[in-house]
């Protein structure tokens, strides 16, 4: 299926278009033109939501459209009248889409409204259900509401059918409002006067429940036309909420007991009376009609979801420091390289001015958020080249001096005043990619992968052709070491094989062990890898091949004499983050040489072995060189 997601650049459409892509289906993400963060699917803008917008081009081919967009509060200062504002844009907005939705053929609109359809707070053990009673005081929830009805309006004269969704409180990684406030606070270590607020109960439901209930209800028949109530189906008070948080932040709950009414009363003093309701009150749902009509089940408890939030939280706010300090250590490192570099720099500019009497030119390139900016380079053509790609240029242009500089890097040097400095091939960089550091290096990586996985193959292998992944470590510092380097080969949308690269230390031999995602079997081990392994092992392997998200490569060891004995076992994890500054910067300034401790790890753990008296077992005699062949 073809399905659109309107606000796919907010906090729910952002995450269901990251799950969608992991189905399936072909996603069409909907936003504004000032889109900040694009994802790996198509995308179709609008200028603005309201209820004049023409979507007769982004509704072209779709069946499902999932409705995120929305307004959630308008300030007196914004607008005259916030209450019309919500409605032209909750209300009317979304009759307007649905409208043009059923002249595009679509098969199911599914419209995400609110808990506040249902009210601010529920009675002692009477939860929400989808019913409602009367209509909502509260501008948002009436404008939802308003929808709601008008959404059922036109399904019922057409062939489209609806899904109505009232999430209460969503909260997940990125959450702002209310939630990241209490974490925030909690942080810091505020006491906050919530600690004796023990006997309400509020229903919650984590972004992850949402977005996996939201794609039930894409796929389930019998969703058609129906309203239903979300929540993690597990509802918490507020002491407990805040002790859940201090968890997964890792600091003391010093959250102070103070009687509900006491706070109520000082509240409504002050003419906050609201505030001290959401505090203090209960908001309950019944999830029982998605759990009985759809056989639906949040998949994440309130707890771990509550923590996981709480710990990109603050993960975000250590990434967001060592922002604060990059533009400094930027300075600082750039400055120093240029110093450093500043007699050769002097020397090539000299050569380059008699050369071609030009040595300097600047390039405008495309940097970060499609921002130019300026790039320094030393000159390795005549000035009278044309202005064209480099690969097109014929090589008479390049003078003498720009061979040289070409071959070693030095025409970039001066990009240390004006480029990120962090992240590149070049030999001053913090993290560096060397080519010769994979597989030999004697040509580019993916074909050097997909000739040593035909090597390994042998005749039972085809066609070794399609995309390579790999999961590798860069040169830190100008060091590199690597026990494990992982490609993977992918055919056709689907990971074919694994090709593990393992090294030794201290012996710094290498060897390949192919691993064939179809059908993953056990074989014996065949590197001496450790002094304190024997040979006589067995390797069994568990492997998540890269997706939107995650990847992980597990390794049992066993003893060949004793089947049942694990003598080693190893996972590697990975969350997939985005290369940007914020991330790359957080990485390097946590472990500033991965390399490096890595290998100071090895060698003190085997000392550790050491001291313990563990057997050691000599290293066999080498077989054929360094590099040795292994399947699996």
Same mark, same amino acid.
């Given at each position: 299926?073809?399905?659109?997601?309107?606000?796919?650049?907010?906090?729910?459409?952002?995450?269901?278009?990251?799950?969608?892509?992991?189905?399936?289906?072909?996603?069409?993400?909907?936003?504004?033109?000032?889109?900040?963060?694009?994802?790996?699917?198509?995308?179709?803008?609008?200028?603005?939501?309201?209820?004049?917008?023409?979507?007769?081009?982004?509704?072209?081919?779709?069946?499902?459209?999932?409705?995120?967009?929305?307004?959630?509060?308008?300030?007196?200062?914004?607008?005259?009248?916030?209450?019309?504002?919500?409605?032209?844009?909750?209300?009317?907005?979304?009759?307007?889409?649905?409208?043009?939705?059923?002249?595009?053929?679509?098969?199911?609109?599914?419209? +995400? !409204?609110?808990?506040?359809?249902?009210? =601010?707070? #529920?009675?002692?053990?009477?939860?929400?259900?989808?019913? %409602?009673?009367? &209509?909502?005081?509260?501008?948002?929830?009436?404008?939802?509401?308003?929808?709601?009805?008008?959404?059922?309006?036109?399904?019922?004269?057409?062939?489209?059918?609806?899904?109505?969704?009232?999430?209460?409180?969503?909260?997940?990684?990125?959450?702002?409002?209310?939630?990241?406030?209490?974490?925030?606070?909690?942080?810091?270590?505020?006491?906050?006067?919530?600690?004796?607020?023990?006997?309400?109960?509020?229903?919650?439901?984590?972004?992850?429940?949402?977005?996996?209930?939201?794609?039930?209800?894409?796929?389930?028949?019998?969703?058609?036309?129906?309203?239903?109530?979300?929540?993690?189906?597990?509802? +918490? !008070?507020?002491?407990?909420?805040?002790? =859940?948080? #201090?968890?997964?932040?890792?600091?003391?709950?010093?959250? %102070?007991?103070? &009687?509900?009414?006491?706070?109520?009363?000082?509240?409504?003093?002050?003419?906050?009376?609201?505030?001290?309701?959401?505090?203090?009150?209960?908001?309950?749902?019944?999830?029982?009609?998605?759990?009985?009509?759809?056989?639906?089940?949040?998949?994440?408890?309130?707890?771990?979801?509550?923590?996981?939030?709480?710990?990109?939280?603050?993960?975000?706010?250590?990434?967001?420091?060592?922002?604060?300090?990059?533009?400094?250590?930027?300075?600082?490192?750039?400055?120093?390289?240029?110093?450093?570099?500043?007699?050769?720099?002097?020397?090539?500019?000299?050569?380059?001015?008699?050369?071609?009497?030009?040595?300097?030119?600047?390039?405008?390139?495309?940097?970060?958020?499609?921002?130019?900016?300026?790039?320094?380079?030393?000159?390795?053509?005549?000035?009278?080249?044309?202005?064209?790609?480099?690969?097109?240029?014929?090589?008479?242009?390049?003078?003498?001096?720009?061979?040289?500089?070409?071959?070693?890097?030095?025409?970039?040097?001066?990009?240390?005043?004006?480029?990120?400095?962090?992240?590149?091939?070049?030999?001053?960089?913090?993290?560096?990619?060397?080519?010769?550091?994979?597989?030999?290096?004697?040509?580019?990586?993916?074909?050097?992968?997909?000739?040593?996985?035909?090597?390994?193959?042998?005749?039972?292998?085809?066609?070794?052709?399609?995309?390579?992944?790999?999961?590798?470590?860069?040169?830190?510092?100008?060091?590199?070491?690597?026990?494990?380097?992982?490609?993977?080969?992918?055919?056709?949308?689907?990971?074919?094989?694994?090709?593990?690269?393992?090294?030794?230390?201290?012996?710094?031999?290498?060897?390949?062990?192919?691993?064939?995602?179809?059908?993953?079997?056990?074989?014996?081990?065949?590197?001496?890898?450790?002094?304190?392994?024997?040979?006589?092992?067995?390797?069994?392997?568990?492997?998540?091949?890269?997706?939107?998200?995650?990847?992980?490569?597990?390794?049992?060891?066993?003893?060949?004499?004793?089947?049942?004995?694990?003598?080693?076992?190893?996972?590697?994890?990975?969350?997939?983050?985005?290369?940007?500054?914020?991330?790359?910067?957080?990485?390097?300034?946590?472990?500033?040489?991965?390399?490096?401790?890595?290998?100071?790890?090895?060698?003190?753990?085997?000392?550790?072995?050491?001291?313990?008296?563990?057997?050691?077992?000599?290293?066999?005699?080498?077989?054929?060189?360094?590099?040795?062949?292994?399947?699996?």
């Amino acid at each position: 299926m073809n399905i659109l997601v309107t606000g796919a650049n907010g906090f729910i459409g952002q995450a269901l278009v990251k799950s969608l892509l992991e189905t399936s289906h072909t996603i069409i993400a909907c936003a504004r033109h000032s889109v900040k963060h694009t994802l790996d699917c198509e995308y179709r803008f609008i200028e603005k939501l309201d209820s004049n917008t023409d979507w007769e081009e982004v509704l072209q081919g779709i069946d499902v459209v999932v409705h995120c967009a929305a307004k959630a509060s308008v300030t007196k200062d914004n607008v005259e009248d916030p209450s019309k504002a919500l409605k032209e844009i909750n209300t009317a907005a979304t009759l307007n889409l649905a409208k043009q939705a059923v002249d595009a053929g679509v098969k199911r609109f599914i419209f +995400i !409204s609110s808990i506040k359809v249902n009210g =601010e707070y #529920s009675l002692t053990s009477q939860p929400f259900t989808p019913n %409602v009673s009367h &209509p909502p005081s509260d501008p948002y929830g009436l404008s939802k509401y308003e929808a709601e009805l008008g959404l059922k309006e036109i399904a019922s004269n057409s062939a489209m059918s609806y899904v109505i969704i009232r999430p209460t409180l969503v909260y997940g990684e990125n959450v702002k409002g209310n939630f990241q406030s209490l974490m925030k606070w909690t942080y810091k270590g505020v006491p906050l006067p919530v600690g004796g607020i023990k006997h309400n109960l509020r229903s919650l439901v984590s972004v992850d429940n949402l977005v996996d209930f939201i794609i039930t209800c894409i796929e389930h028949k019998d969703a058609k036309n129906e309203v239903f109530l979300v929540s993690d189906d597990d509802d +918490i !008070s507020t002491a407990d909420l805040l002790e =859940e948080i #201090s968890k997964g932040l890792g600091v003391k709950n010093k959250a %102070v007991n103070i &009687p509900p009414k006491l706070i109520n009363t000082v509240v409504s003093v002050i003419g906050k009376s609201g505030v001290g309701q959401r505090l203090s009150g209960s908001l309950q749902v019944d999830i029982s009609e998605a759990k009985t009509l759809l056989g639906w089940e949040p998949k994440y408890s309130t707890s771990e979801s509550i923590q996981k939030t709480a710990k990109y939280y603050k993960s975000s706010l250590a990434a967001s420091q060592s922002m604060s300090l990059q533009r400094p250590l930027d300075i600082v490192f750039s400055t120093t390289g240029l110093v450093v570099a500043s007699p050769l720099l002097i020397g090539v500019t000299a050569i380059g001015y008699l050369d071609t009497g030009s040595p300097l030119f600047i390039q405008e390139r495309v940097g970060k958020n499609k921002k130019p900016f300026k790039l320094i380079k030393f000159r390795t053509m005549k000035v009278t080249t044309e202005s064209v790609a480099s690969h097109l240029v014929d090589n008479t242009s390049i003078t003498k001096l720009g061979k040289v500089l070409r071959k070693t890097k030095l025409d970039e040097l001066p990009q240390l005043m004006g480029r990120h400095w962090q992240l590149g091939t070049e030999w001053y960089r913090w993290a560096r990619f060397k080519r010769a550091d994979y597989l030999g290096g004697a040509e580019d990586l993916g074909s050097s992968v997909k000739a040593k996985i035909a090597e390994l193959a042998g005749p039972a292998a085809k066609d070794i052709e399609g995309d390579v992944f790999c999961l590798v470590h860069l040169r830190y510092l100008g060091f590199y070491f690597s026990p494990l380097n992982v490609y993977f080969l992918k055919q056709q949308d689907r990971f074919r094989y694994m090709l593990a690269e393992v090294s030794n230390t201290p012996w710094h031999e290498k060897h390949y062990y192919l691993v064939d995602l179809a059908n993953i079997e056990s074989h014996a081990k065949e590197f001496h890898v450790s002094p304190f392994n024997p040979m006589q092992q067995n390797y069994h392997w568990i492997i998540k091949p890269p997706d939107a998200s995650h990847c992980s490569v597990h390794i049992g060891v066993q003893d060949q004499n004793e089947p049942d004995e694990k003598v080693f076992d190893a996972t590697l994890s990975l969350k997939r983050r985005e290369i940007n500054q914020s991330n790359l910067s957080r990485v390097l300034v946590k472990t500033p040489s991965q390399t490096l401790y890595l290998v100071l790890g090895i060698y003190w753990e085997a000392l550790r072995l050491f001291v313990k008296r563990t057997p050691l077992y000599r290293h066999p005699k080498k077989q054929g060189g360094r590099t040795e062949k292994g399947t699996a």
